[in-house]
């Protein structure tokens, strides 16, 4: 009976862990159908910060970790003109990504790229707006990574980070895996560190889901 308990323990473990990695860095099969999960669960994340954002026609947007590209689709349908990029580390959801906007790709509304927050494959003052929704947890050197993120945006640019409360995420257990959590007051911090002004934040909840989004300007 405890070698039982023991390998369901060890199993449980392995089912959160995989989970984790996939949220992080979505691969294979199970990685397309974590984007599609992602697009369904943090449909309310992501609205929220689109409504923030803003996005207007001629302007240049760009989204770190796009998943598998709907909202960057949805935000080029929307703009007609400008330049909507995107920046994400799993090469399944580029390909995902790429597949869903060619279209807008061959147009050269959007440009898609495999890559990282601590090494954005864009020259400086290049973008208006960036953003980016439940991705600050995985980035490697947050400090550094938001430095980054302030060279490609042109000045008067704005970011805005969003991501899930603390005291939420951590009732998560695949969270344990991998995750770094945050406060709003921390990511200010960071983005104030970073040299960003006019730092402020906005946050919302529906039944199951919260967000907190700190908005900065360069």
Not at 108 to 137: A, Q
Not at 153 to 177: A, C, I, N, P, Y
């Amino acid at each position: 009976m405890r070698s039982s308990r023991h390998r369901k323990g060890r199993d449980s473990m392995g089912i959160k862990e995989t989970i984790a990695r996939h949220l992080r860095q979505p691969a294979g099969f199970v990685g397309k159908l974590v984007g599609l999960l992602m697009n369904k669960g943090n449909d309310f994340m992501n609205r929220f910060t689109i409504g923030i954002v803003d996005p207007r026609p001629g302007e240049s947007i760009l989204e770190i970790g796009f998943g598998n590209g709907k909202y960057i689709h949805e935000i080029a349908s929307k703009m007609k003109t400008g330049f909507v990029a995107g920046v994400d580390f799993s090469s399944t959801m580029v390909e995902q990504a790429r597949k869903r906007n060619k279209a807008y790709i061959l147009q050269g509304l959007v440009d898609i790229n495999l890559g990282e927050v601590n090494h954005i494959p864009f020259e400086s003052e290049t973008f208006n707006k960036v953003f980016t929704v439940n991705t600050i947890y995985f980035w490697p050197n947050p400090a550094n990574d938001i430095r980054e993120i302030h060279r490609v945006l042109k000045t008067d640019g704005q970011l805005v980070v969003s991501f899930r409360s603390k005291e939420r995420m951590e009732r998560l257990e695949f969270t344990k895996h991998g995750f770094k959590l945050y406060d709003p007051e921390e990511v200010i911090e960071l983005v104030r560190a970073a040299g960003f002004r006019e730092i402020r934040s906005e946050s919302a909840a529906d039944r199951v889901m919260d967000v907190h989004c700190v908005i900065a300007v360069k």
